[in-house]
Nanobody
Framework: QVQLVESGGGLVQAGGSLSLSCAAS????????MGWYRQAPGKQRELVAA???????AYTDSVKGRFTISRENAKNTVYLQMNRLKPEDTAVYYC??????????????????WGQGTQVTVSS
């Protein structure tokens, strides 16, 4: 099994910064892409940013220029630096490991995993 443990988040005023981190643990042979999603009350979960094992990144338009995703492959850890936060960034942020190659003792297999979520609240 693979577990994703998130840290960071909290309450910040508009214009401030927060950092999120997510560490994957367990039997991990590789992870194709890691990313951050968010879900605000009454809204669907949306992709915020993602990064491949090769370092290619993608961002949703609303966070471009404000958020930066990075990754340490050796530690199976992904980070999200959030600057110039806005009230509309308020949401529960979830870490995702896509196509994680793991092993159940008899065979390898790929699966997507999610973290438990961490609250980010931006006050106006």
């Amino acid at each position: 099994q693979v577990q994703l443990v998130e840290s960071g988040g909290g309450l910040v005023q508009a214009g401030g910064s927060l950092s999120l981190s997510c560490a994957a643990s367990g039997i991990i042979l590789s992870i194709n892409a890691m990313g951050w999603y968010r879900q605000a009350p009454g809204k669907q979960r949306e992709l915020v940013a993602a990064i491949t094992s090769g370092g290619s990144t993608a961002y949703t338009d609303s966070v471009k220029g404000r958020f930066t995703i990075s990754r340490e492959n050796a530690k199976n850890t992904v980070y999200l630096q959030m600057n110039r936060l806005k009230p509309e960034d308020t949401a529960v942020y979830y870490c995702n490991a896509k196509d994680a190659l793991t092993y159940d003792g008899s065979r390898p297999y790929r699966k997507d995993y999610w973290g438990q979520g961490t609250q980010v609240t931006v006050s106006s």
